[in-house]
């Protein structure tokens, strides 16, 4: 048993300090642009809108420096999850949503042409003055319905904004309407 336990840990001991590389990917390529700043997140949906092959609304989108994640729905009926990493040009998906909730799934759904991409850049600089965080950086932006809403709202913006790491963490989510007019600050 001692002897087993030893090989163990010294197998463990081997793969930590010596980790198998991980096999890049064929369409891996090193991104350098600011997501908040660039084209990113048009090239990320346009990848996410090939992968699905087929008209299809949104219930979220979100864009994150690592990751790009859209929920869709092509029948009304259900949701899938398509994710998009950084430096790759194809998405990881479909991979099926368990959804809850008694609404029905079209109160939840959008329309592509709701989402203005060209607001980011705008939404991501008002959104680090208005959270007032010093040394803040927004660190994803995300488009869907709030969970709280009333009847004929539309989706919302919402701009994560965060410094540090715990126990020295600050963070506020700031909101805007579809069209980027400001809403909240929490």
């Known amino acids: 048993m001692e002897r087993t336990l030893e ?3 010294r197998v463990q001991r081997e793969q ?3 980790p198998t590389p991980k096999p890049t990917p064929a369409d891996a390529f090193e991104e350098t642009r600011d997501l908040f700043t660039s084209e990113r997140p048009r090239e990320a949906l346009d990848a996410i809108r090939q992968a699905v092959g087929r008209d299809f609304k949104l219930m979220e989108l979100r864009f994150s420096d690592e990751l790009t994640k ?3 729905s092509t029948d009304g009926q259900g949701v899938q999850q398509f994710l998009l990493a950084r430096g790759r040009r194809q998405p990881d998906g479909p991979a099926p949503v368990n959804l809850i909730g008694d609404n ?8 592509q042409k709701e989402v203005d991409l060209g607001l980011i850049p705008k939404l991501a600089q008002d959104a680090v003055e ?9 660190t994803s932006v995300s488009f869907a319905y709030q969970v709280v809403r009333y009847k004929g709202e539309s989706p919302v913006w919402t701009v994560f904004v ?3 790491t715990p ?9 805007y309407d579809a069209k980027g007019k400001f809403k909240n600050l929490f």
Not at 104 to 111: G, K, N, R, V
Not at 167 to 175: A, N, R, S
């Open 7 to 9: 090989t163990l840990a």
């Open 16 to 18: 930590w300090l010596n």
């Open 70 to 72: 859209a929920l869709v």
């Open 104 to 111: 029905p799934l079209a109160d939840s759904l959008y329309e």
């Open 130 to 138: 208005r959270a007032g965080i010093e040394g803040g950086r927004v």
């Open 162 to 164: 965060e410094r540090g």
């Open 167 to 175: 126990p020295d963490w600050e963070h506020k989510f700031v909101t």
